[in-house]
């Protein structure tokens, strides 16, 4: 019998969407705590792996507002569970009180 481990996922960037923008620094974005959601055993029968890059609106308070999917893994369950994730993903607070503004955050599915 083959005993394989899994890495549910790793956060793997973090970074704005539109950096050009003051009211939301970089550094206050790649800061971030992120959940990292568990591999479901039925996921492991099917082999289930991808990459998900979602945009995430975060607020002054450094809190996720909004999460849209801008690149799929190809699975519904895994897009869904790193959609469920990325929004208790908690941001440093602007210091200026800005506007809220997207970041990226990606997650790697693998099976090793």
């Known amino acids: 019998m083959i005993t394989r481990s899994i ?3 790793s956060l793997i ?3 704005t969407i539109n950096p050009a923008s003051a009211a939301a620094p970089t550094d206050r974005l790649n800061n971030a705590e992120c959940n ?3 591999y479901r055993n039925s996921w492991q029968d ?3 792996t991808g990459n998900v890059k ?4 975060v607020d002054a308070k450094g809190n996720v507002q909004d999460t849209k999917v801008i690149s ?3 699975h519904v369950a895994l897009d869904k569970a790193s959609l469920r994730a990325s929004t208790a993903c908690k941001f ?3 210091s200026n009180g800005s ?3 997207w970041a990226q955050v990606q997650y790697n599915w693998v099976l090793n």
């Open 13 to 15: 960037a973090l970074s």
């Open 72 to 74: 799929s893994s190809g």
């Open 7 to 9: 890495i549910a996922l």
């Open 46 to 48: 099917d082999e289930l």
């Open 99 to 101: 506007e809220p503004v």
């Open 54 to 57: 979602l945009a995430v609106l």
């Open 36 to 38: 990292v959601p568990n």
């Open 92 to 94: 440093k607070p602007a």
